[in-house]
């Protein structure tokens, strides 16, 4: 009856193991999602800025860039 019991206690604390090794892999999972949203961001807004460099720079070789700057002054 004592093995059982102890064999019965030694799962209990391996359980009691794996709670606290679940809770912190879920905690490391929550802020690795929080840090690929930043760089999701990021990557958002690089992609923008390049965007609106080569609209600048194709524009500015069409001759746009001339004629935007004539009707801002």
């Not at 059982?4 to 999972?29: F, G, M, N, P, Y």
């Not at 802020?31 to 800025?49: C, D, G, P, R, Y």
């Amino acid at each position: 009856m004592e093995t059982k019991q102890e064999s019965i206690t030694k799962l209990e604390w391996r359980v009691d193991s794996h709670d606290v090794e679940i809770a912190l892999l879920k905690q490391t999972s929550s802020e690795l999602k929080t840090a690929l949203e930043v760089i999701t961001m990021t990557l958002k807004q690089i992609k923008w800025i390049a965007i609106g460099g080569a609209a600048v720079y194709c524009a500015d070789q069409i001759g746009i860039m001339g004629i935007l700057k004539l009707a801002a002054l």
